[in-house]
């Protein structure tokens, strides 16, 4: 899974457009292979973004949720860990 793309499912507070269609756009930038789509392409690539974060917010809206909602915060704690551990895993190399 590309590293940029997080999950978006039980964050309270919830999931927001935005956040959603940031995800839309890493997926289809990652699947085109392009950050930036020609003026020809424009289009394409523009729907791609709508029509992926159409279908995440139908996903998200379906989804049953268990346990305790995730927080950014609680996310962030926890990316940093894994990048520590990462890191000392690496040096010891």
């Known amino acids: 899974m590309c590293r940029n793309i997080r999950v978006l499912h039980h964050f309270q507070p ?3 457009p935005e956040e959603i269609h940031a995800a ?5 930038r990652k699947v085109s292979g392009t950050a930036r789509p020609s003026q020809a392409n424009q289009a394409v690539f523009d729907a791609a973004v709508e029509a992926v ?3 995440t917010t139908a996903l998200l809206d379906q989804l049953e949720s268990r346990g305790e909602p995730r ?5 962030a704690a926890r990316g940093r860990a894994r990048w520590e551990a990462r890191s ?3 040096a010891k190399s």
């Open 71 to 75: 927080t950014r915060e609680g996310e």
């Open 53 to 55: 974060a159409a279908a």
């Open 88 to 90: 000392a895993r690496m």
């Open 24 to 28: 839309a756009l890493q997926y289809v």
């Open 14 to 16: 919830p999931t927001t």
